[in-house]
């Protein structure tokens, strides 16, 4: 049986990467809106000005944006799990194959952007989620 801290290090491990895109997507946008002399105040409304920029600089952004969709389900999941019983070392591998599917997605999506690649490691890592969630399901019930 896995620590509380082994349990959830991989809700950290995904938090730190949503961090690193967070980098990525301001090291790309900055200069990207700078080489299209977009005024920072167009930002004020998203969605105004990105079809000026790069695909890379858009793709980045998006990708952020994708990391505070989905993966809140992971959050909660993990956390259900930690505080409920379900913190068991099947569950942690599936957590930690999660987490690497969304790395590869945000890599996938950041870099080449080829969607079907990206919908295949999306639908691979909703998989594993889907997986968590009936494991408990069928552990509370």
């Not at 980045?60 to 989905?70: F, M, P, V």
Request: glycine fraction near 4%; charged fraction near 10%.
């Amino acid at each position: 049986m896995p620590t509380t801290a082994q349990f959830l290090a991989p809700v950290l491990a995904l938090i730190a990467w949503t961090l690193v895109m967070w980098f990525w997507l301001y090291a790309t946008r900055l200069p990207a809106m700078k080489r299209a002399g977009i005024d920072p105040q167009e930002a004020a409304h998203p969605g105004t000005y990105g079809h000026r920029l790069p695909e890379y600089a858009r793709s980045a952004a998006d990708n952020y944006n994708h990391l505070h969709e989905q993966p809140t389900i992971f959050y909660a999941l993990m956390f259900f799990c930690a505080l409920t019983g379900g913190a068991t070392a099947a569950t942690l591998n599936l957590a930690w194959i999660y987490v690497g599917s969304r790395v590869v997605h945000s890599l996938v999506q950041a870099t080449v952007n080829k969607v079907v690649v990206r919908f295949t490691v999306f639908v691979f890592g909703s998989l594993v989620l889907v997986c968590i969630t009936v494991r408990e399901l069928i552990r509370i019930f």
